[in-house]
């Protein structure tokens, strides 16, 4: 079946270090997106990718980065600069012209220790 | 900027219970949708209504562009409908992809 996969579930992250955060999928979506979601909050957009070698920063870029070598996967690295990393990340992708189907992988829980 | 308000922030139904869940934006958009995330996080892709109405099953949403809300109606609720509902809009001017989110009205069924 179909589908984006995040990995992994759970993530713990030491003060100071970088951790990557996967995301593949197999939908043939041009389009893909990270997004950050806090307790009782929206979601806020990181970055996305419209199409493969090519991304743009969202509302809250800073301390993150991103690559999209391959059109199935667009990782996200969250770096020591990002100060305040403990979230709930969300992937997503869509594809065709339409503005429907919007898939969503089942996130990744980033915790810093 | 657009700004997207929800209301009831949070809801409690007895199941088999109607109910109506609305969303405001603040400016033309040219995409909305409406998305429900179950309680472990898994977000599932509910509606594209930027304007009508749309049914599916016990769903159902109508848009009206014109005043700038739309709204979610659960029929016959049930504990699977457990869970935050989001609207997500983009605006007109700009990549209709780009989506900006309400803050969800959080959704508790009981048995």
């Known amino acids: 079946d179909g589908g984006i996969t995040q990995s992994p579930k759970y993530l713990f992250r030491k003060e100071g270090q970088n951790v990557t955060l996967s995301c593949e999928q197999n939908?043939?979506?041009?389009?893909m997106y990270w997004y950050r979601q806090d307790p009782g909050q929206g979601l806020r957009l990181i970055y996305y990718s419209q199409i493969v070698n090519d991304f743009q920063k969202g509302d809250i870029a800073e301390g993150y980065s991103v690559s999209r070598e391959k059109k199935e996967s667009f990782p996200l690295t969250v770096t020591s600069a990002q100060k305040n990393p403990t979230a709930f990340y969300l992937c997503a992708s869509i594809g065709g012209q339409g503005l429907d189907g919007y898939t969503f992988g089942s996130g990744t829980r980033l915790t810093v220790v | 900027g657009i700004q997207v308000e929800q209301s009831p922030p949070d809801l409690i139904l007895q199941e088999g219970a109607n109910s109506t869940l609305r969303c405001n934006f603040s400016?033309?958009?040219?995409?909305l949708q409406w998305f429900h995330q179950n309680p472990w996080g898994q977000l599932i892709n509910l509606f594209y209504i930027p304007s009508g109405t749309k049914q599916n099953g016990r769903l159902s949403a109508t848009t009206v562009a014109t005043e700038r809300y739309s709204l979610l109606y659960i029929s016959s609720s049930q504990t699977t409908d457990s869970g935050v509902y989001f609207c997500?809009?983009?605006?007109?001017?700009?990549?209709?992809?780009?989506?900006?989110w309400g803050l969800g009205t959080s959704l508790a069924v009981n048995p």
């Open positions: 400016d033309s958009v040219n995409n």
């Open positions: 939908l043939n979506h041009d389009a």
């Open positions: 997500a809009v983009s605006p007109n001017a700009g990549n209709n992809r780009k989506l900006i």
